[in-house]
């Protein structure tokens, strides 16, 4: 959207409104009871086989991933993992 007019960025806004479909409050409601994983849960990479803790929830468009922090090479590193990569301690 950075070279747009201002024209092209109401008639592109105006696009994405009438192709979105929101979720109703009950199915936001339904998705978020079903995290796997809170936030401060320490959990287990599985590709990396090094233990993390989950510093955050990231709920869109019906996905839910986990931001997961922990050190590697003295390093403090953070990534986003889909459930199926980690695994409860």
């Known amino acids: 959207m950075g070279n747009m007019n201002e024209q092209e960025?109401?008639?592109?806004?105006?696009?994405?409104?009438?192709?979105?479909e929101p979720l109703s409050?009950?199915?936001?409601?339904?998705?978020?009871?079903?995290?796997?994983?809170?936030i401060g849960a320490l959990v287990f990479i599985k590709l990396l086989e090094l233990n993390g803790y989950i510093t955050a929830i990231c709920f869109?468009?019906?996905?839910?991933?986990?931001?997961?922090?922990?050190?590697?090479?003295?390093?403090?590193k953070q990534i986003w993992m889909e459930n199926f990569e980690i695994e409860k301690v």
């Open 60 to 76: 869109r468009l019906g996905n839910i991933s986990y931001e997961v922090s922990f050190f590697s090479n003295a390093e403090y």
């Open 9 to 20: 960025k109401i008639e592109y806004n105006k696009m994405l409104k009438e192709t979105s």
């Open 25 to 38: 409050s009950d199915a936001v409601l339904d998705e978020v009871r079903d995290f796997e994983f809170e």
